[in-house]
């Protein structure tokens, strides 16, 4: 048989407001979903590919997997960089920042 249950399993993740589970993120989860977001848009893509040209330029010894955690690590922060400095980056991609 075992111990039944809890209704309240569900609400544990965060504050139930009427039909409404908040859940509180911190800022890596918002961060990890930002560059989330960012490598998934076309627009980004070229942004992506220099950023880790420039990353193995400046650590060329670094192994591949060292090389993405600081891609991952960096890139929202440096693509910001680029994209307020540049005049003709697209609405988009500004807004998205």
Known sequence: MGVPETRHDRTRGGKGTR????VT???QDVSQAH?????NTHEV???IR???E???????KMNMMKLLQEHNRTFINWFKEIIFSDDNASKSSVEGV
């Open 35 to 39: 560059l989330y977001i960012l490598n």
């Open 50 to 52: 220099t950023h880790k």
């Open 19 to 22: 039909g409404y589970n908040v």
């Open 54 to 60: 420039y990353l193995t330029s400046m650590h060329p």
């Open 25 to 27: 993120m911190t800022q």
């Open 45 to 47: 893509v070229p942004y």
